[in-house]
Structure formats: structure tokens, C-alpha cells
């Protein structure tokens, strides 16, 4: 029953805080307005003690909640069972959600976070650009960065090339730099004379992102 595994008060259970990828997966299964009762949920009814394990397990608890949200796909009273599922026996529900035979196969999982529901309520907050070092100065080959009003940010290489949504702007920030894209939008002098170009002689595109242009969660980078 979900109502035997809501949360109680905070005050009256020493919590273990999900880590910032547990939140992430969370608020890309769930609703907008699931997201605070589903981590309460893990914080209250899916820790260490409840589990068998040391306050200092902190790897072993984001696996055993990562199996809890992927057999819970999105779902509050899937997740309550999962949950339940976990302090009987967790490892019965590591091989729920094929992570029982490899101890990394989690940190590789992904939610699948639709298009729509990414961009669903947000509104874009700022627009970075970012340069291809290698190119410069000769060519200016662009990416973007856009930071939503909810936290959450994109990153894509072309007006037409696939859109990669990330937790925040950090991660989506890793995706370009990673690359040897550098950010335009905070060049500085020292910038420009090691780069050889000047910011007042260069004015970045503008790419209208049509419904048909791809995109994919990767959540964190």
C-alpha cells in the first residue's frame, strides 16, 4: 500500500540524502508535481539502517535506489513497492532492475526523459555560445548552451544536430568542453588576444530549433 510507505516527518528519521544523481533521475521520471513526495519517499523508507548497510555505504544506497526508480518507472505506488521490495531483500530487487551482476551497471542507466516533457514548463532563462578552439581563428564552428528558469539546461552542436538535455548548466557545459569548445559568451581580453579573434568583430548565429530537431537526456555528463 502507498499510504504504509509515505514519508514521515523529517525530524523523526535521520536521513540519508539522495546524491545529485538520484534527484536528477527522479525529477526526470516523475511529474513535476511527484518529484518532493517520490525523493521523500527514498529519503524516509530506503535507508542505510532499513537496508542492512553502514551510514558510510553511500555507493550501495545509490545503487539500491536506482533499481528502486528504474522498476518504478515513473510510478509513486510502483515506487512504494519497489521500495518495500528493497528492506526485504535489496538484492531481489538489484536483479528486478538488472543491476545484479555488474556494480556499475547503474551508473550507466539513464531515464528515458521525453522531449516534452523536458522543455514542459520552462522558459529559457540565458543563451551561451561556445567556439570549436582547434578551428580558431580561421573558422568559427558553433555549439550552444541554453539555461532553463528551472535549473535544468541544453547543449547541441548545430541548428539542425541533436539537442542534449542535462540536470543543469554544469553538465551540459562538460559536453562542450570535453570537445575543445570554448565559451564566447564570457571571452574576456586575455581570451581574445590568445585566440586571436576579437568578440566586438564576432556576432553568433541564431538557430531556430524546429519540433523535429532530435533530442536525448543524458541527465548528468
Not at 510502483?78 to 538488472?98: F, P, Q, T, Y
Not at 528551472?150 to 548545430?158: P, R, V
Not at 586575455?190 to 566586438?200: Q, V
Not at 564576432?202 to 530537431?213: A, G, I, N, R
Amino acid at each position: 500500500m502507498l499510504s504504509d510507505i509515505l514519508p514521515r516527518r523529517t525530524g523523526e528519521v535521520a536521513l540519508a540524502q539522495p546524491s545529485s544523481e538520484t534527484r536528477a533521475h527522479v525529477r526526470a521520471l516523475f511529474e513535476p508535481a511527484e518529484v518532493d513526495q517520490a525523493e521523500h519517499m527514498l529519503i524516509s523508507n530506503c535507508r542505510p539502517e532499513q537496508l542492512g548497510l553502514r551510514l558510510d555505504h553511500t555507493e550501495a544506497l545509490s545503487r539500491i535506489r536506482f533499481a528502486a526508480l528504474r522498476v518504478s518507472n515513473g510510478g509513486l505506488s510502483e515506487l512504494a513497492e519497489a521500495i518495500s521490495l528493497s528492506r526485504i531483500d535489496w538484492r531481489d530487487l538489484l536483479m528486478a532492475a538488472g543491476f545484479a551482476d555488474d556494480v556499475e551497471a547503474h551508473l550507466r542507466w539513464v531515464p528515458d526523459l521525453p522531449k516534452a516533457r523536458f522543455y514542459r514548463g520552462t522558459a529559457i532563462d540565458r543563451v551561451l555560445w561556445y567556439l570549436h578552439e582547434p578551428d580558431l581563428p580561421a573558422s568559427l564552428n558553433w555549439a550552444r548552451l541554453r539555461v532553463f528558469t528551472n535549473g535544468s539546461a541544453d547543449s547541441t552542436f548545430s541548428a539542425e544536430g541533436k539537442s542534449y538535455g542535462f540536470e543543469n548548466e554544469a553538465y551540459a557545459s562538460c559536453i562542450l568542453t570535453e570537445d575543445e569548445y570554448v565559451c564566447f559568451s564570457k571571452f574576456d581580453d586575455e581570451d581574445e588576444r590568445a585566440l586571436g579573434i576579437r568578440s566586438a568583430d564576432v556576432v553568433p548565429p541564431e538557430w531556430l530549433d524546429l519540433p523535429s530537431k532530435p533530442f536525448e537526456y543524458l541527465g548528468t555528463y
